[in-house]
């Protein structure tokens, strides 16, 4: 029975040489749709629906493809199930980590805790969402080879799997946009009024053109330090452009107060005083 199970009539090679074939076929035609509808799709949230969809079709009908193929090999569903007890038994501890993988793919399409575009950090990797296939995430990676949150230009490729073992921070999954801050000392004899409100003009002007989409206007928070009193300026701004949008901000208020009589800059530094009264 067992030399009988897999034997390959003519027929039966046939009807799994013409599956192939439309598998194949297949592949490439899903390709070409998928390419077709990117270059049309206007939002995140579109472009993630288009590859998320196009792949689950893709992934369906190549299951049910080796699914009609084994069956014909193995002569009907009964050889079938004894073929596939066996096959279960012999690689179930291997595929152990795969099938968690195939597990945490389903829990990202169905629950969506990012989609392609987000912004996200993996346990201690950070980066853009590319492509989320059966088995891994692409993510194209920023900070890495630098400080702050620009673009490295590499991809970093992470298991499904982890998903299941590490925090994931999604920094768009509410919105594109995010809270950032520039903060800068000013000395207690400085005008806080006037460096509060050149910090705010700095802000409007660098973030104009999206300023009516975020949650909130530019505003700002104060506190003392021993050397003076810390003005924060609070905007939001895009996820991928904080870097950019922060330092234009901060360019912008340093032109403006170097202008101005009324506030000077504090920094940590000795000074004395000599009292000729005493």
């Known amino acids: 029975m067992a030399l009988n199970l897999f034997n390959l009539q003519n027929g039966n090679l046939k009807i799994v040489l013409a599956v192939i074939f439309i ?8 390709i070409f749709i998928r390419a077709i509808f990117l270059k049309k799709v206007r939002t995140k949230k579109m472009r993630h629906n288009v590859i998320v969809f196009t792949s689950l079709i893709s992934y369906t009908f190549i299951f049910l493809a080796v699914l009609f193929i084994a ?7 009964t050889g079938l199930g ?30 969506k805790p990012f989609e392609i575009g987000d912004r996200i950090i993996v346990g201690g990797v950070r980066g853009d969402v ?18 702050g949150e620009e673009i490295s230009g590499r991809t970093v490729i992470i298991p499904n799997a982890v998903l299941f073992e590490q925090n994931v921070i999604n920094y768009t999954s509410q919105n594109d946009y995010i809270l950032d801050e520039v903060a800068f000392a000013i000395t207690y004899k400085s005008h806080l009024d006037l460096a509060k409100n050149i910090a705010k003009e700095a802000a409007n002007k660098v973030t104009k053109d999206f300023i009516d989409k975020v949650p909130m206007k530019p505003f700002t928070r104060s506190n003392f330090q021993p050397s003076g009193v810390d ?11 904080r870097q950019e ?3 234009k901000i901060t360019e912008e208020i340093f ?9 000077e800059f ?13």
């Open 255 to 263: 032109k403006s107060i170097m202008k101005e009589k009324k506030i």
């Open 266 to 278: 504090a920094f940590p530094h000795t000074q004395i005083i000599w009292d000729k009264k005493k």
């Open 245 to 247: 949008i922060n330092s």
């Open 71 to 77: 069956i014909t090999l193995a002569g009907g569903l």
């Open 231 to 241: 003005v924060r300026i609070r905007y939001y701004t895009g996820a991928s452009e």
């Open 23 to 30: 598998v194949v076929t297949y592949t490439f035609l899903n």
């Open 82 to 111: 004894l073929a596939a007890g066996l096959l279960t038994a012999a690689l179930g501890w291997a595929l152990q980590r795969p099938i968690t993988g195939i597990a945490a793919w389903i829990m990202v399409i169905s629950t």
């Open 130 to 147: 590319i492509n989320i296939t059966l088995t891994h995430i692409y993510l194209g990676e920023f900070g890495g080879t630098i400080g």
